[in-house]
């Protein structure tokens, strides 16, 4: 098709292009019309927050050997101050990565002993 060709074509129609095929001419589809389409902001549902978190439904409590004392935790300020410890939830593929890191700096290290 020439340059002219393709700006003439019909807003019904669109090139599909797939790299190592020859390119397709098809009717464009109508999404608004697909049985999903309630659960996107095109039929009213709300956007997709990226890492938002809102099934989150416990706190997590890191407590180090030798500093806090258990029975100390039934104190509110000893509590509060052992709840102020950074604390990040992981994905399962960040886990691996990092268990996965770990073994590779491991193995480096065994090799520089060598």
Not at 28 to 55: C, F, M, S
Not at 66 to 95: F, P, Q, V
């Amino acid at each position: 098709m020439t340059q002219d060709e393709i700006r003439t074509l019909d807003n019904d129609k669109a090139i599909l292009l797939i790299r190592g095929e020859k390119p397709i001419i098809d009717q464009k589809y109508n999404i608004l019309k697909h049985p999903n389409v309630k659960e996107t902001t095109d039929g009213k549902a709300k956007p997709y927050e990226h890492g938002r978190i809102d099934r989150a439904n416990a706190s997590i409590l890191q407590l180090e050997p030798n500093e806090i004392d258990i029975n100390k935790l039934k104190d509110i300020t000893e509590y509060k101050r052992a709840e102020k410890n950074n604390t990040e939830l992981l994905s399962e593929e960040d886990i691996e990565i990092y268990y996965l890191m770990e073994e590779y700096e491991n193995e480096k290290e065994q090799e520089n002993k060598k």
